[in-house]
Structures are given as structure tokens and as C-alpha cells.
């Protein structure tokens, strides 16, 4: 069963074929994904011993002159969209009227 990998802390010049070439020397790589601009990738493995055995040899090792991190991928989760407090013209303090009424 196919198993994919979360490859953190890439540097941004690391090309699709430098990460196949160094995860490839464990098994056999079925697909790289670099997320551009971003930093990470995914790397997803034929099979899940092979997975492993990259993950263990791999994490914490040098590629392209930055120590990466490798482990496991994480399904994506529907994180709701960003928001959260709102614009310009929500809310906030009022005051009114600063006049005296004599």
C-alpha cells in the first residue's frame, strides 16, 4: 500500500529530482510534490516499508544545505477561512455624545 511523506524545512531551491534522488535511494518513489515558495513537499513511497525506512534514514538529515524534517503526511483538514475578528466596520467602542444637555 502506498504511503506518503511530509518533507519540512526544504530549501527553496530543492528541485522535484533532488528529492526523488535522495528518498529514491529507499524504495520506490511513486510521486514528489514541492510546495513552491513554501518550504515543504511530499514524497509518497509504493510502498509503506519503504516509507519507513526513508523516514527514519532521512528526518533530521542535510539536504541542499538546510537540516530537513521528515514524517509522516497528515490529511488536510477544512480549516474554516480566514476571518476571525471581522473588518473595518465591525464594532467596536462608540462613546456618543460628549455634549451636556443644560
Request: charged share 30%.
Given at each position: 500500500?502506498?504511503?506518503?511523506?511530509?518533507?519540512?524545512?526544504?530549501?527553496?531551491?530543492?528541485?522535484?529530482?533532488?528529492?526523488?534522488?535522495?528518498?529514491?535511494?529507499?524504495?520506490?518513489?511513486?510521486?514528489?510534490?514541492?510546495?513552491?515558495?513554501?518550504?515543504?513537499?511530499?514524497?509518497?513511497?509504493?510502498?509503506?516499508?519503504?516509507?519507513?525506512?526513508a523516514k527514519?534514514?532521512?528526518?533530521?538529515?542535510?539536504?541542499?544545505?538546510?537540516?530537513?524534517?521528515?514524517?509522516?503526511?497528515?490529511?488536510?483538514?477544512?480549516?474554516?477561512?480566514?476571518?476571525?475578528?471581522?473588518?473595518?466596520?465591525?464594532?467596536?467602542?462608540?462613546?456618543?455624545?460628549?455634549?451636556?444637555g443644560w
Amino acid at each position: 500500500m502506498a504511503k506518503k511523506l511530509y518533507v519540512g524545512n526544504l530549501n527553496y531551491s530543492t528541485s522535484e529530482s533532488a528529492l526523488r534522488e535522495a528518498f529514491g535511494v529507499h524504495g520506490d518513489v511513486t510521486e514528489v510534490t514541492i510546495i513552491e515558495g513554501k518550504g515543504f513537499g511530499f514524497v509518497e513511497f509504493a510502498t509503506e516499508e519503504a516509507a519507513e525506512k526513508a523516514k527514519t534514514a532521512l528526518n533530521e538529515s542535510d539536504l541542499d544545505g538546510r537540516t530537513i524534517r521528515v514524517d509522516d503526511a497528515r490529511p488536510r483538514t477544512n480549516r474554516p477561512s480566514r476571518g476571525g475578528f471581522g473588518g473595518r466596520d465591525s464594532g467596536g467602542g462608540g462613546g456618543g455624545s460628549r455634549r451636556r444637555g443644560w
